[in-house]
């Protein structure tokens, strides 16, 4: 039986998607190397963000940066405990500031060795990006730390995806290596704070409805 997603209930799209993330959260404590934790980790969280995109969406990257800006500012609303502020300023703003003054996870600087007009100036905008960042960091902006965290991260996900790092070796050992140490903490925290919410109202539309929904019997295992 295939079913459309007006016959899915919104209940069941966030029983999928928080089914889905967890899993591959599960796989990632199971890896042992940096590439392949960073990798499943960085699935977890695609699973916990993505949604169905409207037909009249043209330009994927905006709607990326739409969907993470709009993602973090759920979970920040949602995170009664503070979680996510406690972990970026008192157990990882040692990994995360490395990561923010690392210019190899920074668009703009890709885009100077590629002689793209966006890269002009790269050296200031980096410098005035981590002035930003910082201050916000120092007043407890959550939000506006942890978009940018997760815009380098992003970059360096492509890096990794498209086929730009090698392996186990290389140049981007450190990047990789503060990265999953960022995402295997912050991760779990936003997992949590999505089941608690979803716990607490199952048919909540809050977090959307999935672009790839479970379109099978419901009652066999996905």
Known sequence: MVRRNSEISQSEHNETRMRRAWSWLNLSEKSE????????????????????????????????????A???????????????DKALWDTFSGPVRVLLENK??????????????EGTDWESKFKERKRRVFEALGRHDVSLVLKEVLARLYLLRNQIIHGGTTFSQGWGRDQLRDGRRIMETIMPLILQIMQ???????DSNVWGSLNYPRVGDPERPE
């Open 196 to 202: 608690d919410d979803i716990d607490e109202i199952p």
């Open 33 to 68: 190397s940096d590439d392949e934790k960073f990798i499943f980790l960085w699935i977890a969280f695609n699973a916990t963000y993505g949604t169905e995109i409207p037909d009249t969406i043209d330009d994927d990257r905006d709607t990326e940066r739409d969907r993470f």
């Open 104 to 117: 190899f996870v920074f668009g703009p600087f890709w885009s100077w060795v590629q002689e793209r007009a």
């Open 70 to 84: 709009n993602f973090v500012c759920k979970i920040v609303e949602r995170d009664r405990e503070r979680a996510i």
